[in-house]
C-alpha cells in the first residue's frame, strides 16, 4: 500500500481537528470505488486524535456501517473490554481507523484495488495524527502494508518496521478471539493480553 511520507512538524490539536474534519468531508464524498454504493455511512474514525497509539483494522463491519463508528460490534466490544483490562481507555488513548472506510458487502475482505482507492485518506489521518505506535489489528490490516508472507500469528508481538520512525506491531483480531474463549497461558487471548501490554509500556515510557 502506497504511505504518504512522514511529517515532522508538530501538529497542535486545533490544527488536527481542523485537518481531519476536513478530511472527513472528502471522505464522506468520496465514490472512488464501488463500496460507495453499497455501503450506509463512511466510518472514519474513533477516539483520540491526540492520543499515541493509532489502530488500523481490517473494513467496517455492520454494526459499524449502521453507526458510522469503527470497532462497535461485538468484536469491537470484546477489543474494548480487553484494552480496559490492561488499564487503557479506549476513547482517550487511541485513535481507531479501518484500511477501507466503507463496509465491503457480505463483510469480505476488501480488494486490493479497494484499499489502494483508499489509501491515502489513511495516509493522511497517519499524518495527522502523528501515532507513536501502530497497531495493525488482525492479518488482513497486517497484508494491507507489508510486502513480506508474515502469519499474524508469528509474528503478532513483535516490533516491526513499517512505518519509518513509527513503531508498528500486529495483534489478533478480536473477531478470532471471539472464537477462541480459553484464557490459557499462550493461547489467543492471552498472548493479545500481553501484547497489549506490551505497547502500554512502551508508550508510557515514551
Ligand atoms: S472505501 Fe474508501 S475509496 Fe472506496 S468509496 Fe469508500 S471512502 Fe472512497
Known amino acids: 500500500m502506497r504511505y504518504l511520507k512522514w511529517k ?38 474513533d477516539g483520540n486524535p491526540n492520543a499515541k497509539i493509532m489502530l488500523i483494522g481490517e473494513a467496517p463491519g455492520a454494526d459499524e456501517d449502521a453507526s458510522g463508528v469503527p470497532f462497535v ?11 480496559s483490562e ?6 482517550k488513548d487511541f485513535y481507531i481507523v479501518n484500511t477501507v472506510k466503507c463496509r465491503p ?16 485518506y489513511l495516509s493522511a489521518q497517519i499524518n495527522i495524527v502523528q501515532p507513536k505506535v501502530i ?10 502494508f507489508s510486502t513480506k508472507e508474515y502469519k499474524i500469528s508469528d509474528i503478532r508481538g513483535q516490533w516491526i518496521d513499517l512505518f519509518g520512525e513509527i513503531k508498528a506491531m500486529a495483534i489478533f483480531h478480536p473477531s478470532y478471539l471471539l472464537r477462541n ?21 512502551f508508550v508510557e515510557k515514551n
Do not use: Y
Open 8 to 45: 515532522e512538524e508538530f501538529l497542535s490539536p486545533e490544527v488536527k481537528e481542523k485537518a481531519l474534519s476536513e478530511l472527513k468531508k472528502v471522505v464522506v464524498q468520496c465514490k472512488a470505488c464501488d463500496l460507495a454504493s453499497t455501503c450506509t455511512n463512511k466510518v472514519f474514525a
Open 73 to 83: 460490534g461485538r468484536a469491537g466490544k470484546l477489543l474494548t473490554q480487553f484494552l
Open 86 to 91: 490492561v488499564g487503557f481507555d479506549r476513547k
Open 105 to 120: 458487502p457480505n463483510n469480505r475482505v476488501p480488494s486490493d484495488f479497494e484499499k489502494k482507492c483508499c489509501s491515502d
Open 135 to 144: 497497531v495493525l489489528c488482525g492479518a488482513t490490516a497486517l497484508k494491507s
Open 181 to 201: 474463549h480459553s484464557l490459557d497461558e499462550g493461547s489467543p487471548r492471552d498472548l493479545t493480553k500481553k501484547d497489549l501490554i506490551r505497547i502500554k509500556n
